[in-house]
């Protein structure tokens, strides 16, 4: 039986393609797993900031429009690039064992090894909202710029001098041989990752039971129950990847402890808070953690974002 699995085409989306391929050949004797790469939106637009292309599906529509029309069974997600709303038609059929979440710290060469010990004024590269926020929430004497390409571009430019230090996902660091890079990792409690970072999400065709019976292999509930408390955090607030907001789940026994923020740009205003609740009950965990947020003015920080955001300079390349 053949099979047709949609990827990007970076060297990590074809990591994450060759991953799932293995697990399910391996599980499925007789299947054998085709990869068909595309190129989204977020891939052909490589030198404009992601705040000012917009953030709904910019990784992801292509490959899940492919399902759509048949021309690929599956695709291959960082759950993190996955708006909360999918196209009609689309379901997260699987959500993997999830690796690391938190971020990492990629100092260049002769530079401090972790973002405390930066000197002021010194340039952080980085593509993301969140990571901005954060890091002038701590560090208001650093200059953010943004950096834009996959992780070997980005780890070129952090080699050619451009940046003092860079901040990636620790998932792709590791998943591409590039952890020894890494002096410091990032994470709770004072720092927060992007929603569903490190997990990856198999989308495919609502009512393909054939393609649904063959990734459920990958699902793992732990990863599962973790990331909807995330998602729905996020969708509550109506935001994107490309909006300052930050969640990490964590499971302990039969609850969700779920930690999530909202920030302004400059990292100023920071609304943090915490809910638990029953992991069967995730979703309503996230939903209240972001009721708690919005009653203490999430939802102004959010508009002065979202009006803002899009005419942010382009501040390297």
């Not at 996955?82 to 196209?87: D, E, G, M, N, S």
């Not at 569903?196 to 732990?222: F, H, N, S």
């Not at 923020?261 to 400059?266: E, I, N, R, Y």
């Amino acid at each position: 039986m053949d099979i047709r699995l949609g990827t990007r085409g970076s060297p990590l989306a074809l990591w994450q393609a060759r991953h799932v391929r293995a697990r399910l050949e391996e599980a499925h004797p007789g299947v054998t797993v085709h990869i068909q790469t595309l190129h989204t939106t977020g891939d052909r637009i490589a030198d404009v900031p992601l705040s000012r292309i917009g953030d709904k599906g910019l990784f992801t529509k292509e490959l899940d429009n492919a399902i759509l029309d048949g021309h690929v069974d599956l695709a291959v997600h960082s759950l993190k690039d996955v708006p909360t709303r999918l196209l009609d038609g689309l379901v997260i059929a699987a959500i993997s064992e999830r690796e690391d979440p938190r971020d990492a710290y990629l100092p260049a060469t002769g530079r401090p090894g972790t973002l405390a010990e930066l000197p002021p004024g010194a340039r952080v590269g980085t593509s993301s909202l969140r990571r901005r926020a954060q890091i002038l929430h701590y560090r208001p004497d650093l200059l953010v710029e943004d950096l834009r390409g996959n992780l070997d571009t980005r780890l070129a430019r952090l080699l050619d001098g451009r940046y003092e230090a860079i901040i990636l996902a620790l998932a792709g660091v590791r998943r591409l041989g590039h952890e020894d890079r890494v002096t410091e990792p990032l994470g709770p409690p004072d720092w927060l990752s992007a929603v569903g970072q490190g997990a990856l999400a198999i989308t495919t065709r609502k009512g393909d039971a054939i393609t649904g019976d063959l990734v459920a292999i990958l699902e793992d509930p732990d990863a599962r129950d973790a990331t909807t408390a995330e998602r729905a955090f996020l969708a509550a607030l109506e935001g994107g990847c490309q909006i300052p907001i930050g969640a990490l789940a964590t499971l302990e026994g039969d609850d969700v402890l779920l930690d999530g923020f909202v920030a302004s740009l400059d990292g100023r205003s920071y609304i943090r808070g915490q809910a638990r609740g029953a992991r069967q009950k995730a979703a309503a965990v996230g939903r209240s953690l972001a009721e708690k947020l919005l009653k203490r003015g999430a939802g102004d920080v959010l508009r002065k974002v979202r009006e803002t955001a899009a005419d942010m300079p382009h501040t390297g390349t």
